[in-house]
């Protein structure tokens, strides 16, 4: 775990370098998902979902080249997974399905969105 110290004075936690494919292996596993949505003809899901893949690879080209921005592709692509996991609960029916909902936005969406965010903030930095 390495630390770094912001113009402020206060200790920052840096991310490790293996965290930058993070994007890149999100939006490959986000490729299956997209299939059986396609399949099951659910069009605006397919549509927000194809926006988080072109975000992430976006994210991972722009860390790539070490680009600032960065930090707005991954403020967007945050932006895009928080409002996925909003719309997921919102629309969930009753039952298991809410609790699958609360799940893929707890233990996924969320945490890649806090990800994507850090990623971005680190761009700048580097």
Known sequence: MSIAVLSA??????????????PRMAAVALLPWLMILAVNH???????????FAGLLS???????????ALWAGAAVALLLAGDALA??????????????????????LPLAVMCLLLGREAIRG
């Open 9 to 22: 004075g206060a200790p920052a936690y840096v991310l490790p370098e293996r965290f930058r494919r993070v």
């Open 42 to 52: 659910e069009t605006s899901w397919v549509v927000l979902d194809l926006l988080e």
């Open 59 to 69: 994210l991972d080209a722009l860390l790539l080249r070490r680009s600032a921005a």
């Open 88 to 109: 997921d609960i919102a629309f969930a029916g009753p039952g298991h399905a809410v609790l699958a909902a609360l799940v893929m936005a707890f233990c996924v969406e």
